[in-house]
């Protein structure tokens, strides 16, 4: 019965698995955002498009979207692309982080 209970956690550690891309310190491996060629979406309403759009184009991970008056965190992540907009919905900013 001991022998049992003493090779249980190995029994368990061999059945996990580990995704092929985890998230280290807020970064997506493969997805290292870039802000050259955002600048085309600035003025543009937001829509789901335009925001998969601006993903694809940034090569970010994460999009986050920044209605104004919305308070967002300062924790910088290098896979996120953060998209500005005002009281219209029109884009105003784009940036990395």
């Given at each position: 019965m001991r022998?049992?209970?003493?090779?249980?956690p190995v029994l368990v550690?061999?059945?996990s698995t580990v995704p092929a891309?985890?998230?280290v310190h807020g970064e997506t491996p493969g997805h290292t955002c870039k802000v050259e060629g955002t600048d085309q979406y600035v003025g543009q309403t937001r829509t789901d498009q335009i925001g998969e759009e601006i993903k694809r184009?940034?090569?970010a991970a994460?999009?986050?979207w920044s209605p104004p008056?919305?308070?967002l965190?300062?924790?910088?992540?290098?896979d996120?692309?953060?998209?500005?907009?005002d009281p219209a919905n029109k884009i105003t900013k784009i940036r990395c982080g």
């Open positions: 022998k049992a209970i003493a090779i249980a550690a061999a059945c891309q985890t998230p184009t940034s090569k994460v999009l986050r008056g919305v308070m965190t300062m924790d910088y992540r290098a996120r692309v953060t998209v500005w907009l």
